[in-house]
């Protein structure tokens, strides 16, 4: 069965490659695929917090978007089941921009003849990735200060659901 490559495939800053081709339709990247992220902020954006906390890189690497969808549900659900709809806004920071492409090859016996190998290799659309750099601010979240450290607790649920390492910074609005 296919499924995604494994995160390390993708993890390294590359800029984004364009194939030059002497055929004009072939020197592009012809689909993206669609956005996975449902929410880019969640909570309540009208109230004035006391504090804020950011879940910032330490290096820098490569975020696939199913990353980023999968620890932002998860600190939502817990701030919105811990503190409640009113106490918390958490925003997701970086936006999934780089295209990743995948060069399928062929197992098997006799699977030669089925492709080009790598002659042909621009490969083809599979995933969207975020590129964080170090101190790149991945998710803001504000609270007030009675709240903090359950949103701290919270917002370590993060770091094993991304690729790379992190830090949290707290600091008073």
Known sequence: MAGLRKGH?????ER???RHSRVKSKSYIKTVPQIKIVRFEMGNNKKQFTHELNLISDIDHQIRQNALESAR???NRHLYQDLGLK???LKLNIYPYHV??????????HAD?????MAHS?????????QARRGTVVFRLKTDEQNL????????LAPPKLPGKYAIEIRKI
């Open 100 to 109: 990743l492409r995948e060069n399928k090859m062929l197992g098997g016996a």
């Open 16 to 18: 984004p490659y364009t």
């Open 73 to 75: 549900l998860a600190i």
């Open 87 to 89: 106490e918390y806004y």
């Open 113 to 117: 003849r089925l492709q080009t190998g």
């Open 149 to 156: 450290e359950k949103a701290k607790k919270i917002l370590q």
């Open 122 to 130: 621009f490969g083809k659309t599979v995933n969207l990735s975020a």
């Open 9 to 13: 495939c993708y993890s390294k800053l």
